[in-house]
């Protein structure tokens, strides 16, 4: 049969099918053969200038069985199958179909040769997929090791600089020095906010981040972000205000580390693109739920900036997108706030919109259910006690520093030294351990990366020696990783709490004193 009257769609379709097909005739002579036949049929055997025939594939002594077999098909017009392993080792990987084409022209008869993988051998297909899946789980694992390396490497000489600018802020400077200060811990506070964003965006893509979810106040939590962006909203003559439904119940139960990042990323924007006018967060009850002890919370960030245009609003949740259409000089930033917001907040099961205009402003929205808290009873911070096994005073407390750092071990030691804190200081666990086994230490600082012995290690050690001892050690582990598997490695290991450089001061000393023993893991 000449070409031409075979249908043109069967040629497009047999083109895209994934299973190598190939049409020939009786002489062998191949009209038609698809991509797949090319790639995984030939090349078991040497393919042939031109199409050649289809007899090719098989050795001499078992051409005669397979055109005995085609002969059948082309007599009685009925398929056969059968492994090809029968009549060919090298193509055992396949089972053969060979299906009789055009029977309404018997003098020019075609066979239709399907060609499927056999499911008791290997798919190459799967092989190449396989292949192609370890590649790319590899590269992943690599970017994975080295975001990891670049966090640590990056976050602890941040901590230096940072810790120590902290320290000259407090000590008497002239005007102009004090204005040099504080630019230069301005640009390494945006320098490690830069990094965090990128690092978080990255740990969120690798389905990293197990949600902690502990009891808080809603209202407590608002307030708090409030005063930690008080100072930029005043700086810029804004106003503010908030609305808090009284529905709500007092105590609520989630992830409040990451709520907390959703709003600072969110109030981020709204201050860094108002200019005049104001601010105002609601946290409104969307849906009461009681018989699953749930509520179902919207949260709204609106500003009075200048609004994003239309044809970016669709782009604003894209990674590295922003919506101002400017270069990003004068408002900063590199576009992940709206990402990461959008990525945690689906992780917590809600969903986020927004509404802008360029002339009134934007309103992001966003609701998440939230549950019900274990207990609604409202501790004072004076009441929750603390993590340390020891009752004496904040000023009698014995602290061990085990960091390899000689400048973060310093800075270590002027926080707690003004705190009239007794410090001991080691570079690796091997010096911590001989520390703690001669002094009655109440808390460690515990670096997880040291030479010798890690922080790790000497945890372990120091909790397995605990189980002859009446005492208890509060251990805090310090790092410049903030992957899940090092926060999973610190507690197993038996740490009390676990913070990533570089340190908050604030927070270290509420780790230390107990007053923020509700949050085990403070990861920026």
């Known amino acids: 049969m000449p070409i031409g009257k075979i249908d043109p769609f069967v040629f497009k379709l047999i083109e895209v099918l994934a299973d190598p097909y190939a049409i020939f005739g009786a002489d062998g002579k191949i009209i038609r053969q698809n991509d797949a036949f090319s790639r995984w049929v030939w090349p078991l055997r040497a393919q042939p200038e031109s199409n050649g025939s289809f007899y090719d594939l098989f050795s001499p002594s078992k051409k005669n069985t397979l055109e005995a077999a085609i002969g059948t098909i082309i007599r009685f017009g009925s398929p056969i199958v059968f492994r090809t392993s029968e009549i060919e080792p090298t193509l055992k990987q396949f089972r053969a179909v060979f299906i009789p084409y055009a029977e309404e022209s018997p003098s020019e008869p075609l066979i239709l040769a399907v060609f499927r993988f056999d499911e008791n051998f290997p798919s190459p297909c799967l092989t190449e997929l396989v292949i192609a899946r370890h590649k790319a789980e590899s590269a992943g694992q690599a970017k994975s090791r080295f975001l990891a390396n670049m966090s640590h490497e990056i976050h602890t000489p941040l901590n230096g600089i940072l810790g120590t600018l902290q320290i000259i802020e407090e000590t008497p400077l002239s005007p102009t ?144 997108s922003r919506g101002d259409n400017v270069s990003g000089k004068e408002n900063g930033g590199i576009g992940l706030g709206l990402t990461i917001s959008k990525y945690l907040i689906e992780k917590l099961k809600g969903k986020i919109w927004l509404l802008s205009d360029e002339e009134m402003g934007t309103s992001v929205s966003f609701a998440l259910p939230l549950r019900y808290a274990v207990s609604d009873d409202i501790l004072s911070r004076d009441e929750k006690g603390g993590g340390d096994s020891s009752n004496r005073s904040d000023g009698e407390k014995t602290l061990l520093i085990a960091e390899d750092e000689p400048i973060n071990r310093k800075l270590l030691q002027l926080i707690l030294m003004q705190k009239n804190y007794t410090v001991f200081s080691a570079a690796n666990g091997i010096e911590a351990l001989a520390v703690w086994e001669t002094n009655p230490v109440d808390c460690i600082l515990m670096d997880l990366q040291m030479p010798d012995m890690d922080g790790l290690e000497a945890t372990c050690r120091i909790r397995e020696k605990e189980k002859n001892l009446t005492r208890r050690t509060l251990i805090i582990g310090l790092t410049g990783y903030g992957k899940k598997e090092d926060v999973d490695r610190c507690y197993a290991a038996g740490m009390d709490a676990y913070l990533q450089k570089p340190i908050d001061r604030e927070v270290l000393l509420n780790l230390i004193t107990g007053k923020n023993n509700e949050v085990r893991e403070v990861v920026p």
Do not use: H
């Not at 830069?194 to 949600?211: P, T």
């Open 177 to 320: 020095q004090f204005e040099y200060v504080r630019d230069m811990k301005r640009s390494a506070e945006y320098l490690l906010d830069m990094l965090d964003r990128v690092l978080a965006l990255s740990k969120l893509e690798r389905g990293e981040g197990v949600l902690q979810e502990v009891d808080f106040s809603l209202s407590d939590l608002c307030q708090e972000i409030a005063e930690t962006y008080r100072a930029r909203i005043n700086k810029k003559n804004l106003g503010w205000s908030t609305e808090f439904d009284e529905a709500l119940r007092p105590r609520l139960r989630a992830d409040a580390t990451a709520l907390k990042r959703i709003m600072g990323y969110l109030l981020d924007n709204a201050i860094k693109y108002t200019n005049a006018g104001s601010i105002q967060v609601s946290c409104r009850l969307l849906f009461n739920n009681p018989e699953i002890g749930e509520q179902i919370v919207l949260f709204t960030i609106t500003d009075t900036g200048v609004g994003i245009p239309e044809e970016a609003l669709s782009e604003v949740f894209t990674s590295f």
